[in-house]
């Protein structure tokens, strides 16, 4: 599962994909209704006269169980989605741009270094992460149209395939 070279049928990545998802939509499901009220319940009054804890709640109540799921999960799906973009050829480059790209977009916003500079720039925030974000969603396709093709049916420089075993033929 760990395993970042070689190649991976769809029916692996996408058992894989279905299980996380298993996982974690519960989850936030649970921490959404369920911890809400908790969360409202015990700091009550106080929730509703502060707006900044009720924006700290409403923003950060949901997230340890999600978050905890999601960090766990994301370096066996990057693994999975690398090998599934070998088996149809590719390198697997772009799921770590893509979630190096995420990461920093998240980032980004946070930091006070750039925030000053971004405060400073007009419109400069705007366009950082508009770029960042139409690099990713193009990152995220291509990801995504992969790992719902077929794999090649001849061995590749990452290996046999999976699916057809060793069929001789020109390296990709």
Do not use: C
């Amino acid at each position: 599962m760990l395993d970042f070279s070689g190649r991976s049928r769809r029916s692996e990545y996408w058992w894989f994909v279905l299980f996380v998802v298993i996982l974690i939509v519960p989850a936030a499901l649970i921490e959404a209704f369920v911890l809400e009220d908790f969360y409202y319940g015990v700091f009550g009054d106080y929730v509703e006269s502060s707006s900044g804890l009720k924006a700290w709640i409403d923003q950060w109540v949901y997230i340890p169980v999600t978050m905890t799921l999601s960090y766990l999960t994301i370096i066996p799906i990057m693994s999975l989605q690398m090998r599934r973009l070998h088996d149809v050829g590719f390198s697997g480059w772009p799921v770590v741009l893509a979630v190096v790209m995420n990461e920093v977009a998240v980032i980004i916003p946070f930091e006070p270094e750039f925030q000053t500079v971004f405060n400073q720039g007009g419109n400069v925030q705007f366009w950082v992460l508009g770029a960042l974000f139409v690099v990713m969603l193009l990152l995220e396709v291509f990801i995504f149209i992969t790992t719902l093709r077929d794999s090649k049916k001849a061995s590749n420089r990452f290996g046999p395939s999976p699916k057809y075993g060793s069929i001789e033929g020109t390296f990709d």
